[in-house]
């Protein structure tokens, strides 16, 4: 009789078991591959691998950067020396700050791309906000070409540019990048107007009827009502246009001439600065890698610094501005 | 006198864009009249003023049949773009669709990602780039080049080389396409996804029938802000061609001028093809738009 339990008791406990088994696996399943969607373990790992990877793939230059820049000579032409330098060698850092002539060729980068970028952000929003709010005839034709010019190269418009701006005694200042700006033209500024054009669209009419209504004129419902409530566009227009017109060589170079210069300006001709500074006739004192790269590092640290300040305004803006139209 | 309301609106209207239109006779249309005025003459610079012989087609002749290199260099460039463009879409999605992943530190991978709209300075990219901080090691490793240098002619073999050894650069050109493409999917309502995964789509699915039609439109943006991007940037040899020609004495502003018309023309047939080719696909499909 015994026996005869137990062995009835076995057959029973390996249906238990194997159907734990099953639930377990179908669980495990689910966890792994995921009932809908993307929330299973396999393609969250698979997703994290590829954000880590391609990530990496990003911040290799800049890595490499800093590696390289604290790298002594020593450090430089030791093969066993690949990423960490055997000691911190500020010493490139200075000798870059120098042949940079750091703070003057920042004030006048500063110069060049704040100004027009304030200028743009303010100009490009008054003109969006007309077409985006007013109907006037001729309007679609108008807004038609303000998007035609965004694909005009600057390249064919850039020799007329510089005689006319050589005419006005505009060359080697400032002033050929601002003025431009002033009236919503400039460095990419029919994108700039269709962010602003797009973002004002969102914005109901009730808002400013009711402006209206309390008295408010244009220009008060523009600045006090629209503008405060466009935060998330200003940021991003002001952002984009000061970052390209920090970037931009071409032009600054062919503008500003030999009377000013920017930063990124500074790293192509930085060999011959250092030469003519540090001219050394040994091999210790000649330019290598590291100080080339904290140069360069010093060049775009100033935007990284904007970057880690702006960075999670910027990031969480995009949502919010519907960046492009439909 | 009295306005009526519509008048008044057209009128205020006109005066906010009014400082555009100012800027555009100023700053667009005019130089684009004068420099296509000059791209028929050549252009002396005399302190007397600007001197200007009328030579007909003859600076857009030369171009293509005595210059030895702009032909030359135009082909090649356009070449290596046809390659990129589409890389540089197809990557930008790619990551857009993967940061748009309900995933832990976000934020982080966000700002990652952006990092290439922030430093993408034609001289700090090729500073790096001469340097080696922009290839991967690993492709060289595995020999892949070596290997692709084989088996296909040197004619394609050469631009997916040069592609390759570009591949940082590539990711670094995509920084704006990528918000593009993310603010794009932000707006896809997600009740459209959940409906989908109810009825039994799989992910893989859900991306073809779903997502894609979708973010179409962004495509097209973004093919044409790629295209734009990509000819406009210092890189290129051709513009580097036309800035040299500016100031030689034997060409001058003249010819400069022709190159860059060729060179627009060249662009403007290349967005006209890529808008084109888009309609017809978008008419072929006609279920999965709307």
Same mark, same amino acid.
């Given at each position: ?326 | ?78 070449? =290596?773009?046809?390659?990129?463009? %589409? !890389? *540089?879409? +197809?990557?930008?999605? #790619?990551?857009?669709? $993967? ?53 296909? =002619?040197?004619?394609?073999?050469? %631009? !997916? *080389?040069? +592609?390759?050894?570009? #591949?940082?650069?590539? $990711? ?119």
């Amino acid at each position: 009789m015994r026996e005869s339990t137990i062995v009835k008791e076995k057959p029973w406990q390996s249906e238990n078991v194997r159907e734990k088994t099953r639930r377990g696996l179908a669980r495990s399943k689910s966890l792994l591959l995921g009932r809908k969607g993307n929330d299973g373990l396999i393609p969250k790992i698979i997703i994290y691998v590829l954000l880590v990877s391609i990530g990496f793939i990003y911040l290799y230059p800049l890595l490499y950067m800093v590696s390289q820049s604290f790298k002594s000579l020593d450090d430089l032409l030791d093969p066993t020396v690949a990423w960490i330098p055997r000691s911190l060698d500020w010493d490139n850092y200075v000798k870059a700050w120098h042949v940079l002539n750091y703070m003057d060729t920042l004030g006048s980068s500063l110069l060049n791309s704040v100004l027009p970028a304030i200028a743009q952000t303010v100009s490009c929003a008054i003109v969006g906000y007309g077409f985006a709010k007013y109907r006037f005839p001729g309007k679609t034709f108008l807004f038609g070409v303000m998007l035609l010019t965004f694909i005009v190269p600057k390249q064919v418009i850039m020799i007329p540019m510089f005689l006319l701006f050589k005419e006005y005694g505009m060359l080697e200042t400032p002033l050929p990048f601002i003025v431009p700006s002033l009236f919503a033209q400039g460095l990419r500024g029919a994108l700039f107007i269709l962010i602003y054009y797009q973002f004002f669209r969102t914005i109901p009419v009730a808002l400013e009827e009711a402006a209206q209504i309390d008295g408010a004129g244009t220009l008060k419902t523009f600045f006090r009502i629209i503008l405060p409530i466009s935060m998330p566009s200003i940021v991003v227009v002001f952002l984009f246009s000061m970052v390209w017109h920090w970037n931009e060589t071409y032009l600054a170079s062919l503008y500003l001439g030999n009377a000013m210069t920017t930063l990124p300006l500074e790293l192509k001709t930085f060999n011959d600065s250092f030469k003519a500074m540090y001219t050394g006739t040994s091999k210790l004192t000649d330019v290598n890698e590291s100080i080339r790269m904290a140069g360069t590092l010093l060049i775009v640290l100033p935007l990284l610094i904007l970057y880690l300040f702006a960075q999670k305004r910027f990031t969480q803006v995009i949502d919010k501005t519907g960046l492009t139209g439909e | 006198m009295k306005l009526t309301k519509r008048r008044r609106e057209a009128l205020v209207g006109y005066l906010l864009i009014l400082p555009w239109i100012i800027g555009f006779v100023l700053f667009m249309a005019y130089p684009l009249y004068f420099s296509f005025y000059m791209s028929f003459n050549k252009v002396l610079i005399t302190p007397y003023g600007i001197e200007t012989h009328y030579l007909g087609w003859s600076n857009y002749k030369d171009a293509f049949l005595t210059d030895p290199e702009f032909s030359q260099k135009l082909f090649l460039f356009l070449k =290596s773009n046809v390659l990129m463009i %589409p !890389i *540089v879409i +197809v990557f930008s999605l #790619f990551v857009a669709l $993967l940061i748009n992943q309900p995933i832990r530190g976000r934020g982080i991978f966000r700002a990652i990602f952006f990092l290439p709209v922030i430093i993408t300075s034609g001289e700090v990219v090729q500073e790096l780039f001469s340097q080696g901080a922009a290839t991967i090691p690993l492709i060289e490793k595995y020999g892949i080049v070596t290997m692709l240098q084989d088996n296909l =002619s040197p004619a394609w073999a050469d %631009p !997916i *080389v040069g +592609v390759i050894n570009q #591949f940082i650069l590539i $990711l670094w050109y995509s920084g704006v396409q990528i918000l593009i493409f993310l603010a794009g999917l932000q707006k896809v309502n997600t009740q459209v996804y959940e409906a989908a995964s109810i009825d039994g789509a799989s992910p893989w699915v859900i991306f073809w029938k779903i997502t894609l039609p979708e973010v179409k439109p962004f495509i097209l943006v973004n093919l044409i802000y790629t295209t734009i991007d990509l000819f406009t940037n210092g890189f290129s040899d051709v513009i580097k061609l036309i800035q040299d020609n500016m100031f030689k004495t034997d060409t001058g502003f003249g010819y400069a001028s022709a190159l860059a018309w060729i060179y627009f023309a060249v662009i403007f047939v290349m967005l006209l093809i890529i808008v084109l080719f888009f309609r017809n696909k978008e008419r072929g499909v006609p279920a999965a738009r709307r």
